[in-house]
């Protein structure tokens, strides 16, 4: 099983939930009051049968015009359309803008040959919630134009891919094991975000439920030691991925 990070950079986001690049060298937090600084980071993962897209960053465009996921999908080796699945934890903006790609006024499907994996009560809830963290605008286009998969609660996909439905970040949020017998792949989307979340535990103002998050992230922290996953860190600053080992109650990330 090979992963490829598919970094789309580094922004702040304050309470209008707009997310503006930040470039750490030549920015200044302070001149940005109130914001949380975040990496962005999709992942791609190459299976046997199958080319996985975990969730589809912001959806912004270069210079060019070209959709960054699509160029870092290429420097990556592979070409966008040979995606067959995304598979997505949840539809906050920051996750869920680049399941399209706008220019101007023209709108096209990100990844036409693949199939969408949205949690059932994810989509719903995306169309009557009234946060801005929601764009139904890139939900409506895929309504008419996706090839969508919506699953429910928690099981398998494929022999080599299972979902569980935690909640906790959102209401109908969820994660992703990869196993194909020889390696095992975690993505916790925003529940486990970053590792740094595993190292130390605190109730985030951002979460649906904070307490459950942070358990979540104790329980899957565990078995990630105990099974030798490759944890893949969507907002992660200091590593995009890592395997983690316990040792007397104390994570670590390798």
């Not at 200044?28 to 046997?48: G, M, Y």
């Not at 693949?114 to 009560?121: E, K, L, M, S, T």
């Not at 969507?234 to 040792?247: D, E, M, P, Q």
Request: aromatic content about 12%; proline content about 4%; glycine content about 8%.
């Amino acid at each position: 099983m090979q992963v490829f990070t598919l970094y789309e950079g580094s922004y702040s986001v304050d309470a209008t939930k707009k997310f503006l690049p930040f470039n750490p060298e030549t920015d200044h937090p302070k001149d940005r009051p109130a914001s949380l600084f975040i990496h962005v980071q999709p992942f791609l993962v190459k299976l046997e049968n199958d080319l996985i897209l975990f969730d589809t960053g912001l959806g912004y465009s270069n210079e060019k015009g070209q959709l960054i996921l699509h160029e870092n999908i290429r420097k990556a080796g592979f070409k966008p359309e040979e995606v067959t699945m995304v598979l997505m934890s949840h539809l906050h903006f920051d996750h869920s803008g680049g399941m399209i790609h706008q220019v101007g006024d023209k709108v096209e499907l990100s990844f036409p040959d693949a199939v969408y994996v949205i949690q059932r009560g994810e989509w719903e809830n995306a169309f009557t919630n009234t946060s801005s963290s929601y764009k139904t605008e890139i939900f409506d286009f895929l309504q008419r134009n996706a090839q969508l998969n919506f699953i429910e609660g928690s099981g398998q996909l494929t022999p080599e891919i299972s979902y569980e439905l935690t909640g906790a970040h959102c209401p109908f949020h969820q994660v992703f094991l990869l196993d194909d017998g020889t390696d095992k792949v975690f993505f916790g989307g925003d529940v486990l975000p970053e590792p740094e979340e595993l190292l130390r535990k605190f109730i985030a103002k951002y979460d649906f439920d904070g307490r459950k998050a942070m358990e979540l992230r104790e329980e899957f922290g565990q078995k990630a030691a105990a099974e030798h996953w490759n944890c893949l860190f969507y907002h992660g600053k200091s590593r995009a991925t890592g395997f983690v080992t316990l040792n007397e109650g104390q994570f670590k990330i390798h």
